[in-house]
């Protein structure tokens, strides 16, 4: 079995290999115990009270209110001091509807960082991330914070251009090169790894979250470790190919085409 290529902050994930089938409340244990270790560790808890999965199958969901009413628990880990960089399990607060009807496990996958390096063009709320992947080459393993930020300060003179764009609360305006991107959760991947794989409840389509811990992973090669809803009852074994759609931020490629037998993956461009 090939040695996994994640940089992981915990060791609660590394006995999982790639292609692997995991039941639903194993992999939700293992989020909860990164959870328990970063309560346990002192982080300061921020957001709401939820610590759990939801399921709009069986109880009444808002989707007029934040989180659908559930907001979650989270933590701050941000080495900057801002309290800007935050860890949220994945599965808290995530709607797992259909479980136990057509679906009961996720399949987790380690996707490698040199597609993300390659393709990788933009997050959620930035459309083009070049200028930063610049930047996070001239940071290299500075740590000191100050110097850091006077790096930011050279960059915010020679690329003033700001822009605007809506989260969930209000407009928010932003120099462009930065928009939406934390220096401080890159820092913290950098120096200490990821905390939560990025997961999915959906086997249809993946990447419309989860692309700053992406961009962020693969400038340190780092493979993106990813749970992924799997699509048959009791873990049965999908025959043939299994096509998931990429979100249009990877240039030419939009889809990402499983072989599970073979245990192969490649991104294609749709025909």
């Known amino acids: 079995m090939m040695k996994s290529r994640v940089n992981y902050w915990f060791d609660t994930f590394e006995h999982l290999n790639s292609f692997d089938i995991v039941p639903y409340q194993d992999v939700v244990d293992l989020y909860l115990k990164n959870q328990s270790l970063l309560d346990k560790s002192g982080k300061e808890k921020l957001g709401g009270d939820n610590e759990r999965p939801i399921n709009s199958d069986i109880e009444k969901l808002d989707n007029n209110k934040f989180w659908s009413g559930f907001n979650p628990r989270y933590y701050n880990i941000d080495p900057m001091g801002k309290k800007v960089s935050i860890a ?71 690329y003033p251009k700001t822009n605007s764009f809506k989260n969930y609360f209000r407009v928010v305006k932003s120099l462009k090169w930065r928009q939406d991107l934390e220096v401080g959760q890159y820092v913290s991947i950098r120096d200490n790894g990821i905390i939560y794989p990025i997961c999915f409840n959906t086997s249809e389509h993946i990447l419309s979250r989860g692309t700053h811990r992406t961009l962020f992973l693969a400038h340190t090669k780092s493979d993106v470790p990813i749970f992924v809803q799997y699509p048959k009852l009791n873990g049965k074994e999908i025959q043939g190919d299994w096509d998931i759609k990429l979100e249009k931020k990877f240039k030419d490629k939009s889809l990402m085409r499983i072989n599970i037998k073979n245990k192969t993956i490649k991104f294609l461009r749709k025909q």
């Not at 709320?125 to 300060?153: A, C, P, Q, W």
Request: glycine share 4%; with cysteine.
């Open 88 to 158: 949220k399990a994945d599965v808290v607060s995530m709607d797992m509807c259909g479980l136990n009807n057509s679906w009961t496990h996720f399949i987790y996958l380690e996707l490698p960082y040199e597609f993300f390096n390659e393709y990788q063009t933009s997050v959620h709320s930035n459309d083009d991330v070049s200028v930063y992947r610049k930047f996070l080459n001239d940071l290299g393993n500075e740590g000191d914070t100050e110097k850091i930020e006077e790096l930011i300060s050279l960059y915010d003179k020679k």
